[in-house]
């Protein structure tokens, strides 16, 4: 069974742009996890999915971040009009959804804004 | 305002020996904490965790320990091997006070170094 995969691996982009990144969750997994891990720091959350709602997303920065998960399975994150400050990696993982569950992560998104 | 933090940004242990690391914790409603273990351009996985009716949770080379009272952890590594050399993040949840599966609070990460 493969792990959880995140598309692209890196993305560079200029300031002001949309970028979309993209998370495959294990198969299964109801629950999905987004976080971004900025240079020095830990892993920050973002939102959480349980199956296709958003069940916490406290975590979202600001308005330009926006993320969906119409079918319950794939997730794409979603940052408008982007900023330096949004460069980082971006982590996804999921778990089987119940309270306590390990949460498997991807390799992570490399986002650079110049 | 760092609700889980690791103060020790690196740390370099002789292989073989005992690698002790450390991780302080705010937030009284944590009751449930984790290792996670990262290599470079790998995501983070899962190493041991512990809840907090325990003080100690063990599994092969590696042992956690919560002192609840003061709000620390640490993780105990022995013998530590040269494999181990990676980020070690400590993360918090709040399991069974309501938090569910919601998301983790992690710390800024402790990059163990294991010299041969």
């Known amino acids: 069974g493969a792990g959880v995969s995140q598309t692209p691996s890196n993305k560079v982009t200029e300031k002001g742009k949309y970028v979309e990144l993209r998370c495959d969750p294990i198969?299964?997994?109801?629950?999905l996890y987004w976080y971004r891990q900025s240079l020095g720091q830990g892993p920050e959350f973002l939102i959480y999915?349980?199956?296709?709602?958003?069940?916490?997303d406290s975590g979202l920065p600001n308005d330009r971040f926006f993320a969906v998960r119409p079918e319950g399975s794939v997730s794409t994150l979603k940052i408008q009009r982007t900023e330096r400050g949004d460069s980082a990696v971006y982590l996804c993982?999921?778990?089987?959804?119940?309270?306590?569950?390990?949460?498997?992560f991807g390799p992570g998104t490399r986002l650079t804004v110049l | 305002d760092q609700q889980v933090k690791q103060n020790s940004p690196s740390l370099s242990v002789q292989e073989g020996r005992i690698s002790i690391l450390n991780c302080d914790y705010t937030?009284?409603?944590?009751?449930?904490f984790l290792w996670y273990k990262k290599y470079p351009a790998e995501g983070p996985t899962f190493l041991i965790s512990?809840?907090?009716?325990?003080d100690k949770n063990e599994d092969g080379r590696f042992t956690v320990f919560l002192n609840k009272s003061a709000k620390h952890l640490s993780l105990h590594i022995v013998p530590s091997q040269p494999g181990d050399s990676a980020v070690y993040f400590c993360?918090?949840?709040?399991?069974?006070?309501?938090?569910?599966?919601?998301?983790?609070?992690f710390g800024k990460g402790t990059h163990l170094i294991i010299q041969p």
């Open positions: 198969s299964g997994h109801t629950a």
């Open positions: 993360a918090a949840r709040s399991l069974y006070s309501g938090g569910g599966a919601d998301g983790l609070t």
């Open positions: 999915f349980q199956g296709t709602g958003a069940a916490d």
């Open positions: 993982a999921s778990s089987e959804g119940l309270a306590g569950d390990e949460q498997f």
């Open positions: 937030n009284s409603m944590f009751d449930y």
């Open positions: 512990i809840s907090s009716i325990k």
